[in-house]
């Protein structure tokens, strides 16, 4: 059934929910190291979707959360958002990462925001200031410096993975457009759990050919803890939460803070792996705070409907 409309929350529960996921994606890298090193990612991704999905249904019947109605109008577009926000970005960043290099991968994902604002610009969803057209790109110039530009490597030995990164940008871009208001009628428990359900099929179906002649690694403790915050911090933590403020705040934003990624795995390295803090990477950081503030400000309508605190759109 529909959700039923709820006080809007505090725009700094809003803020908090969208830095979170950040933070958590931030740790993933290093995680994600650790665990496709042992496993082939599209194996990982299947085993991941599969025990998210558990994890959730099982979660939603032992709160005894209300079921959405049993209908086509909320398994049919289900089927859309799976493929875009699940199967399609997750298979296509994975394999591509195969297929070209991590600093090419890096670079390519900060189009997702741009993707995003063009996307909802074009569909009508979201006004062009010029305001806010110029924070996105001070915050993609700000991230293309700190992920070191200059050394994207464009040649034909990596146009597969490219494409394929691409591919990855444009899908998760659309998902979080055309997936907005489903998820804003929903409820965001049942909604995630289906999204895994769904997922979890189609990442599975991919892997067939990487599970052939897989062994199970020996599971050790480093493993197992990665494991863990793969699927309970990384995944099943950072979907709720990004729903959760999808259904509050414009999918621009939500995706702009995709852009504080690479400014917080720079802080983790130099807070646990003694990685120097430079000068490139201070001055780039400061910019991309400097135009997230000028895009998100509450002048220009960071909220899609009225948060306390906060004047209407």
Known sequence: MARKSAAAPRREWVLAALLTVQILFGINYVVSKILVGVFPPLVWASIRSV???????????????????WSKSYFVPMIFCALTGTIINQAAFLVGLSYTTSTNSAILNTLIPVFTLLIVTLRGQEPATLP????FFMALVGVLILRKVEDF?????????????LLNCLSYSIFL????????????LWTTAWLFIYGSIGVSLISIPSWQGFHFPTMTPAL???????V??????TYLLNFWALAHARSSHVALFIYIQPVITSTIAWAFLNEAITFRTAAASVLIFIAMLLAMSSKFSFFKTPVRGLTSE
């Not at 309970?232 to 933590?237: C, H, N």
């Open 224 to 230: 197992w803890a990665a494991g863990a915050f793969a």
């Open 153 to 165: 490597n464009f040649s034909n030995k990596y146009m597969v993975g490219d494409l394929l990164t």
């Open 51 to 69: 025990l998210s999905a558990a994890v959730m249904v099982g979660l939603c019947l032992a709160l005894r959360r209300p079921h959405p109605k």
């Open 232 to 237: 309970f911090g990384a995944t099943l933590l």
């Open 177 to 188: 457009s055309f997936g907005k208001k489903f998820l804003e009628k929903h409820d965001p």
């Open 132 to 135: 806010r057209i110029l924070g």
